[in-house]
């Protein structure tokens, strides 16, 4: 007659082999890949099970995603800590803890001082079957219209209030400088100085700055038709810059000299 089974026992705590550290179900621990070039697993622990000798113990654990890992790959605006909790669950082995880690929702890692190597954040769930996100829509910033990036300074237009990232990017996804608000703040810094150079002039002064702003982006749209590759890539970009530039001095210089200023 076979033996039954021993029991198995749920525990409400684990000691990681090799350190002092307790882990419990809700707690996020890094568990050790079978490659070691990899980098360890991300997972949220479940539940704790024992023999009935308390030995062989496991954990159900619910998988975190690296944007690599999933169906679309790692995307511009994805963080360099950010995760993805999956539906994906699994039984794994307490050995391969490495160690304890938190997952932080987007605010609160937004708001830490400082990030340590044990930091990561979580602002999606992903469907590892179909490659789907909830939620599918989040808030947007910049004229290349992509979520926030905690890695990337995000500076805010006191023109127009928007939040802007310095580097930028495109609609097309190449990093390049951020126009829209440039155009906002250049032409009113023009009109600023042409209103108060020429006084009562104002008509004149709107006429001249309206030519010039055309002219700029009319230049900027030339460069991004003929030189693609300088919005495409960081490297080449300045030069599309630069001329960008060079173009509105020349002439705010020449509305200075019709104007007789």
């Not at 937004?110 to 590892?128: I, M, N, P, Q």
Request: charged share 25%; glycine share 8%.
């Amino acid at each position: 007659m076979a033996k039954p089974r021993p029991a198995k026992r749920t525990l409400d705590s684990y000691t990681i082999k090799g350190s002092n550290k307790i882990i419990k179900p809700g707690d996020c621990v890094l568990m050790r890949p079978p490659e070691s070039s990899k980098l360890p697993y991300v997972a949220r622990v479940e539940s704790i099970e024992a023999g009935a000798r308390g030995s062989n113990v496991k954990v159900r654990v619910r998988w975190y995603y690296r944007p690599e890992e999933s169906i679309g790959g790692r995307r511009q605006f994805h963080g360099a800590k950010e995760v993805f909790l999956s539906d994906h669950y699994d039984i794994q082995s307490a050995d391969t803890i490495e160690g304890k880690c938190f997952v932080h929702s987007f605010k609160n890692y937004t708001k830490l001082d400082a990030v340590g190597s044990d930091d990561y954040f979580c602002r999606f769930e992903y469907k590892s079957a179909t490659g789907s996100f909830i939620p599918d829509r989040i808030a947007v910033f910049c004229k290349c219209e992509m979520p926030y990036n905690p890695d990337d300074l995000m500076i805010q237009c006191e023109g127009c209030s928007d939040w802007l990232n310095p580097k930028g990017s495109n609609p097309k996804g190449g990093e390049g400088e951020c126009h829209r608000c440039t155009y906002v703040l250049s032409r009113g810094l023009y009109r600023a100085v042409f209103q108060f150079q020429v006084g009562v002039n104002v008509q004149m002064t709107v006429c001249i700055l309206e030519v010039t702003w055309g002219s700029c982006q009319a230049l900027y749209r030339a460069c991004s038709i003929s030189y693609p590759s300088a919005v495409e890539d960081r490297r080449e970009l300045p030069i599309c810059v630069y001329i960008y530039w060079g173009l509105c001095d020349v002439l705010v210089r020449f509305s200075f000299w019709y104007l007789n200023l």
